[in-house]
């Protein structure tokens, strides 16, 4: 079995050089960028599996690279895991809807970055119900290709958007807490606080436009899916 593929873009040498040995130590093939230019560059070049990006970067920010990643075909649904130094929520917020999948605040332990690695692994590798196509009004959700098209148009969404999506189709009108959303998304093996349920439901709803209706939210519950047939 090839060795997952791990592109980690940060400024501090040292950092790098401590998660590379660590990741390496655990199976991982490593590459390394000082800034988000290379960063972009490298991606493209050889998509990794899954990428670690610091926020606070020389030249282009963090942010910026996240988006861009998003923004390219090779690298679209690849997971992202930013790295903040400064923890605030506004930092982790504002990589959430650009599209990262999960996220850890410096200093951290190298033993659960590489738990987090292996967790978003794990997710983008689940095959739930493959084959299986749900419609939900005027969404159809591809599960074997991780593909959702919206009034026959294609939808980018985050893995992480996906699998909320997909959670909430599969019981149209059913209520889920954020704390049963957070486990459908991530197995249950991640630090994902409950603010970022909400951050994902509000990008799902800008990319459906004038159908994010459909994603109603109910006061001191949680979310449900409505099918516009029944909703």
């Known amino acids: 079995m090839a060795k997952p593929r791990v592109l980690i873009v940060e400024d501090d ?7 590379r040995y660590n990741l390496e130590q655990e199976g991982f093939k490593v590459r390394e960028a000082a800034t988000g230019e290379a960063g972009l560059v490298s991606a493209r070049k050889k998509p990794p599996d899954v990428v670690l990006l610091d926020l606070m970067l020389p030249g282009i920010q ?20 930013m790295l903040t130094a400064k923890g605030e929520e506004s930092d982790i917020v504002a990589g959430l809807e650009m599209g990262a999948d999960d996220y850890m605040s410096k200093p951290f332990s190298t033993r659960e970055l590489v738990a987090r690695v292996r967790s978003v692994l794990r997710r983008g590798r689940a095959s739930d119900d493959i084959g299986t196509i749900t419609e939900v009004g005027p969404l159809e959700i591809d599960s074997g290709r991780h593909e959702v098209h919206l009034r026959g148009e294609p939808l980018k969404l985050t893995l992480a958007e996906f699998r909320l999506l997909k959670s909430l189709s599969d019981n149209p009108g059913r209520v889920f ?15 994902i606080v409950e603010r970022n349920i909400d951050v994902h439901v509000r990008s799902l709803r800008k990319k459906l436009g004038p159908d994010g209706y459909l994603i109603r939210t109910v006061r001191g519950v949680g979310y449900k899916l409505e099918d516009e047939a029944t909703g």
């Open 62 to 81: 963090g942010l910026e690279v996240c988006r861009r990643l998003r923004n390219l075909t090779e690298t679209r649904a690849t997971p992202i895991v």
């Open 177 to 191: 807490t954020r704390a049963q959303l957070i486990r459908n998304i991530t197995g249950g093996d991640t630090h």
């Open 13 to 19: 040498a040292d950092i790098r050089e401590v998660v």
